[in-house]
């Protein structure tokens, strides 16, 4: 069964670095997004990615964050000077349409010391 | 301002009974809702959805309501089972080709044998 997939599965980094977040959504799907998940508080919506653009992103997504689909494939999440506050687990999914269910990736630990 | 509110944290079910989950959103603009489930140290897994133009949906054993005019809907589980304990989450989905959801916070289901 396809299935998004996520890497790496922990990064540990120190405060002020870039990270960058991997992810190889479903091949068919269009809709691209990424979530997180701050322990102990409920998924949230960082941003959707369609047709090769942003389509829409949260207040949290700054200007510290980017994405970025470099080849037919990957879609990424680079986070350029890392705070504390942006440990969380990070989910990337992926759906076919506008209006179906994304599939969710196993997530990345991210912990920012 | 939360948009998805799941106001139980918790619930215990014996095995073989029904669990209800509840759901309540304040957006009138999503068009869809949906229910993922989701065990530690893994991404959510889509379990149904409904269009804000039904008011049930049935898939086995689980079945959501909706109820329009009281911003409202439900999860039921029937028979609960020990593997169905997990974190559920409702999300609300909206808007063209966007597609992104926005979840509440979830609820803990414990099935007890």
């Known amino acids: 069964e396809p299935e998004v997939t996520q890497t790496p599965s922990h990064q540990v980094t120190q405060m002020g670095q870039e990270v960058i977040l991997r992810c190889v959504p479903i091949s068919n799907h269009l809709y691209f997004y990424w979530y997180r998940q701050i322990l102990g508080q409920k998924v949230e919506f960082l941003v959707s990615?369609?047709?090769?653009?942003?389509?829409?992103k949260s207040e949290i997504f700054d200007d510290q964050f980017s994405v970025e689909r470099p080849d037919g494939s990957n879609f990424t999440l680079k986070i350029r000077s890392t705070k504390l506050e942006d440990s969380a687990m990070y989910f990337c999914a992926s759906s076919a349409g506008g209006h179906t269910e994304a599939f969710f990736g196993q997530g990345t630990r991210l912990t920012v010391v | 301002d939360q948009q998805v509110k799941q106001n139980s944290p918790s619930l215990s079910v014996q095995e073989g009974r029904i669990s209800i989950l509840n759901c309540d959103y304040t957006?009138?603009?999503?068009?869809?809702f949906l229910w993922y489930k989701k065990y530690p140290a893994e991404g959510p897994t889509f379990l149904i959805s409904i269009s804000s133009i039904k008011d049930k949906n049935e898939d086995g054993r689980f079945t959501v309501f909706l109820n329009k005019s009281a911003k409202h809907l439900s999860l039921h589980i029937v028979p609960s089972q020990p593997g169905d304990s997990a974190v559920y989450f409702c999300?609300?989905?909206?808007?063209?080709?966007?597609?992104?959801?926005?979840f509440g916070k979830g609820t803990k289901l414990s099935v007890k044998p």
């Open positions: 990615f369609y047709n090769n653009e942003i389509s829409e």
């Open positions: 957006n009138s603009m999503f068009d869809y």
């Open positions: 999300a609300g989905g909206y808007g063209g080709s966007q597609g992104n959801l926005i």
